[in-house]
């Protein structure tokens, strides 16, 4: 069975596709994470003790640790899903969002030349480096442009936009200037289960349960092209297996809506199957609030290529992807209870003690080969 190295892989896209990757049978997972604020191994809670999944705590931005890592495990493929990848806060701080998806990804293509340079026969061949995206490199459209297609030009407009699109840049410039067999992914707004709290779907799920505002940016218009998590998983899997080197493929689940549409139709489902809240009719929570600074108006994808030549399709419609979304959340408060307390990080370290393998231990057991 091919095994998979995985960046990133606690954060909410990643521990969805691992969980969805070894469901299948696929083979085996090597996940590599800091465990940020967003990365949390709770949500790979089922699988912690699976033979098929090696966790790793650490940085991409670590040189040494990701070279020893890829001659130890040496893996089929590299799917680099580690990012900062928040809006907001990228405006507060970019400084972070500069080092994980510039730097960090710029320490990740040097190791998986090196590795990839180390490698003959059907190895080389078969080796592959997916490099997860998103829309908002491609910058905003207004409401009669059409969608983003993978020639449209780059035009970011926020900090976490740049950095993507810098990682973007990189990721290609090691195909066409080393040979690096890579193949980059431009998603849409995924959501789904484990996605943290500070995202629109979960958040307003997680306020509106608890009598809060349901804050809406400016007139609430903006439009995104929502896709669901397990949809986008699968994307991935077949550029893995199918993608031609060095392609963009475009991931989108042709499921354009406002934010208000949104708020609105999570309103009415919590309505529904949360009959007893207090807080009916939930869209009386909602609140609108001064405008995100250089908010972009609307995003929409183009995934024709995606599914021409790679056969791939979104399964879930809007309507059915919120509503598993909204009974996940509902089945899983305490999850959402953790997360936003912080208790999982003491989670981590009681349940992942003697399973999280750090960059010293590595570096030991490097060593001990070596004797």
């Given at each position: ?63 040494e ?16 899903f ?49 490099h ?14 059409p ?59 997680a306020?509106?349960l ?5 804050p ?6 903006q ?33 354009q ?42 995003y ?10 790679l ?37 981590v ?22 004797l």
């Amino acid at each position: 069975m091919d095994r998979v190295f995985v960046t990133g892989g606690a954060g909410f896209i990643g521990s969805n596709f691992i969980l969805d990757y070894l469901s299948r049978g696929n083979g085996q997972v090597v996940n590599l994470d800091k465990l940020t604020y967003a990365g949390n191994l709770a949500n790979l809670a089922s699988v912690k003790d699976d033979s098929a999944y090696t966790f790793v705590r650490g940085d991409i931005c670590d040189a040494e640790l990701v070279a020893q890592l890829l001659a130890k495990y040496r893996p089929a493929a590299i799917v680099h899903f580690a990012a900062e990848s928040h809006v907001d806060r990228s405006i507060a701080g970019p400084e972070a969002f500069l080092r994980t998806n510039i730097d960090g990804t710029f320490t990740l293509l040097q190791a998986a030349r090196e590795y990839y340079g180390s490698l003959s026969g059907d190895e080389r061949k078969r080796f592959r480096f997916v490099h997860v995206s998103t829309d908002e490199v491609y910058g905003t459209l207004s409401p009669e442009d059409p969608a983003f297609h993978e020639e449209t030009p780059y035009a970011p407009n926020s900090p976490y936009a740049a950095s993507k699109a810098a990682s973007d840049h990189l990721v290609r410039a090691w195909v066409h200037t080393y040979g690096l067999p890579a193949i980059i992914t431009n998603c849409s707004n995924n959501y789904g289960p484990f996605q943290f709290p500070e995202k629109l779907i979960p958040l307003m799920i997680a306020n509106a349960l608890q009598g809060k505002a349901l804050p809406i940016y400016g007139d609430g218009q903006q439009v995104r092209d929502w896709l669901y998590v397990v949809d986008h998983c699968r994307a991935i899997q077949a550029v893995l297996e199918r993608g031609r080197v060095g392609e963009t493929y475009n991931v989108g689940g042709g499921n354009q809506r406002s934010n208000l549409e949104v708020v609105t139709t999570l309103c009415a489902l919590l309505d529904e199957m949360v009959p007893e809240s207090k807080f009916r009719p939930h869209l009386q929570l909602v609140k609108y609030v001064t405008d995100r600074p250089g908010h972009d108006r609307r995003y929409a994808i183009d995934a024709r290529k995606l599914e021409s030549e790679l056969g791939w399709r979104a399964e879930e419609s809007f309507e059915t992807g919120l509503r598993r979304t909204v009974e996940w959340y509902l089945a899983n408060s305490a999850w959402v209870e953790d997360v936003t307390s912080g208790a999982y990080q003491n989670w981590v370290a009681q349940n992942y003690g003697n399973r999280a393998v750090t960059h010293a231990e590595t570096k030991q057991a490097a060593a001990k080969e070596t004797l």
